[in-house]
């Protein structure tokens, strides 16, 4: 069977066509009646916002918790199925990385810092574009891309992959329902349900990371060489990032993912040594120490701050972190499933560690 055919087979009728006519009526309502469809969008956004930013908060520090008690707990012990593992520590950490935030951090990380640097958070009260200003940009960027947005990633994969592995439940998102309905029941209308809510989920997802990355490849085209795309050009990026996504999931993890992750990897590191020996090295150095020194020590006031002297929901927590923390929560699903299927042999601790 070819590797086209595979990835037909897998798939669910009932699951892939209801997310897929979701998805459509919402792009033919952007489509048709684009100011209304986002004002109502918008606002469900901005309630959503204003009630639940606490709680949003509060769940992925809860994530990172978690984690921590597995790592250095018993549970860390247990494994995921009983073969041993199917790929080596480089490669399983390269598509864990890359599956996870390797588009996002690479594109928009960097940005990030500098948009920190000219508008400092609300939580500290220093001058912007000052040298005070410069290892807070670096501390909350660290911040937003690293152990919070992981660690929603990872306890979606160990929970997924627990059940599919040790239960032999079938490889999607409904597979933590296994406890409640049974690894032979979550075929049903429930697991469906579900399975149908976190394709949906994804969506939202993929098209928030794709729309980032076109835009601010597009923007730099346009910086550096005066190259102007247009509407025109940024579908045609968008469309050629979402050809080479589809073909690696094709093609599979070991003839597609596994290779472009290893690539992606090799290219991260080039980058970064590039950026060490070119860039002020001693700068760099000491710059990125005091930001990793104060996102270690101020890790729990970042995480739960709520920003409540601002009573409006369109705030700067929440149009950063809650919306950080948002964002991987819509990815989860999918990364969850990535994580579960690479995963398999590994122990819970060196998943949650890795």
Known sequence: MSAVDEFFDEIEPVIFGVGALITLLFVVAFALAPEVAYEQVDGLRLWILAQFNWFFLIVMLGFVLFLAFVIFGPWGRLRLGDEDPEYSYLSYFAMMYSAGLAAGIVFWGPAEALFHYSTVPPLYDVPAESAAAMPIAMQYSIFHWSLTQWSCFTVMGLAIGYFVHNYGAPLRVSAVLTPILGADNVDGAVGKTVDILAVFATIGGVATSLGFIG???????????????????TILVITGMTVIFTVSLVLGVDRGIRRLSNFNMALFFLLMIATLIFGPTIRILELGTQAVGGFVGEFFQMSLYTQTAEASADKWVNNWTVFYWLWPLAWSPFAGLFIARVSRGRSVREVAFA
Not at 219 to 232: A, R, Y
């Open 215 to 233: 835009s601010q490849f597009i923007t730099g085209l346009d910086f550096q060489w005066g190259i102007e795309l247009g509407d025109v050009g």
